[in-house]
């Protein structure tokens, strides 16, 4: 048996996300998730063959714990000799990383100096990579940025309108995130539309819990809505997105909040869940406002207005627009929202097939308009899948 499956990992700072995966099929063979790491009832469960298993981590609630359980978990199933390379999800690459790499000792270092720009996510993402690498020793790590392939947006699309030197100083721009499934997206819509990727102007909204949009042209990212940080842009599960910087010091004025309490507010409170007063959870707010909750409503319009404004905006980067692209768990979903979204754009010509909306769901992608229509579509991203390959082709395993 060949060595070419794949381990991805994505450690978040309380969580280990593990899928070992076949890079050529996509198919995936086991996936874990560990969570509340560092705290005593840390818990691992694993999935294989449709089946979970929870295992207790109290005696190792740590990073390492978790890894060390999904080696053991993977001699169990005999996978763990046929795991060629572990590909890591890193959110901050910065201005360095403009693509992905095996792991030495310069990149961990660099990783290290964008702690300033993620600091939730690569000092997890290290702790992640060090344990990973001491259990799988003998094997490539590879590192694929969530930022990296936004490094194309030209500079007048990336660069605040701050005194300049912050950005040389400390970096203050705009960076980006969702670059792996973008990227992902890209291919896929391409394939799916049997065009080239190379000449396609694409405008597409990966619709999770975070959310952005991005316009990618030819394969290359020209400009996306989130910026220094995921905060940036569309409305999301709990984040605010585009507000009026002068809302911070008039909270602060009116409250007494301060930066903290500020930033808490418009990362954790706001969004769906702060509008709606009912959840984070798309689906939990449609279900509301279809009981008559109007502020779960007012949460789906906004939702769906500001969407359709970015949309335009993502259309101006690109100047010509092939295919607007609907993903992640909304965007592939919430057939109600891209048909709002859509007629909001009846003035770039789009029009919704009511029939064609409605089929694509729950993991069908394919085109959503009607036939006189510009393109629009459905496409279910993968990001792990998109790790693994990266992380196959870096370790010479394709
Ligand atoms: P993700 O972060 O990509 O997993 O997406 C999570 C979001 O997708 C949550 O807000 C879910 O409510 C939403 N979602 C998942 N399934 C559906 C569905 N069938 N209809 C509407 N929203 C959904």
Not at 26 to 54: H, M, Q, R, W
Not at 244 to 268: A, W
Not at 363 to 371: R, V
Request: glycine content about 10%.
């Amino acid at each position: 048996m060949s060595n070419s499956l794949i381990l991805v990992l994505n450690c978040g700072s309380s969580s280990v996300k593990g899928a070992v995966l076949n890079h050529h099929t996509g198919e995936v063979l086991l996936s874990c998730l560990a969570e509340k790491l560092n705290l005593p009832d840390a818990y691992i469960t694993f999935k294989y063959n449709d089946e979970k298993e929870v295992q207790d981590l109290s005696h190792k609630p740590h990073h390492t714990g978790a890894i060390e359980a999904l080696m053991e978990a993977l001699a169990a199933h005999n996978l763990d000799q046929r795991i060629g390379a572990v590909g890591h999800r890193v959110v901050h690459g910065g201005e360095r990383f403009k693509e992905s790499v095996i792991i030495d000792d310069a990149v961990l270092h660099d990783i290290e100096k964008c702690i300033t720009l993620a600091p939730l996510h690569n000092p997890a993402h290290l702790l992640g990579i060090h344990a990973a690498q001491n259990v799988f020793h003998h094997i490539p790590h590879i590192a694929v940025f969530d930022t990296a392939f936004h490094q194309t947006i030209p500079e007048h699309a990336y660069t605040y309108a701050t005194p300049y030197e912050l950005y040389e100083q400390y970096g203050l721009r705009r960076y980006g995130m969702h670059g792996t499934s973008y990227r992902y997206i890209a291919g896929e819509a391409a394939r799916i539309l049997n065009r080239p990727e190379d000449n396609l102007s694409l405008v597409i909204a990966h619709l999770g819990n975070g959310a952005s949009i991005s316009a990618v042209l030819d394969g290359k990212s020209r400009d996306t809505s989130m910026g220094l940080t995921p905060l940036e842009g569309l409305m999301m599960g709990t984040r605010c997105g585009d507000i009026d910087p002068g809302v911070f010091s008039f909270l602060h004025e009116q409250t007494g909040m301060d930066v903290n309490q500020i930033n808490e507010l418009f990362n954790k409170k706001s969004g769906l869940l702060g509008v709606s007063g009912v959840s984070n959870d798309y689906r939990m707010v449609e279900e509301a406002a279809q009981t008559g909750n109007k502020r779960a409503r007012l949460a789906l319009d906004i939702f769906a207005y500001r969407l359709a404004k970015y949309i335009a905006a993502m259309t101006v980067a690109n100047g010509r627009l092939d295919a607007l692209v609907f993903t992640g768990g909304i965007g592939e979903n919430a057939k109600d929202m891209r048909a709002a979204v859509i007629g909001y754009l009846g003035f770039l010509g789009l029009q919704i097939d009511d029939h064609l909306n409605a089929e694509m769901r729950f993991g069908n992608s394919g085109i959503i308009t009607s036939s006189q229509s510009p393109l629009a579509m459905v496409v279910a991203t993968n990001e792990e899948l998109m790790i693994a390959q990266d992380s196959a082709h870096l370790a010479g395993l394709m």
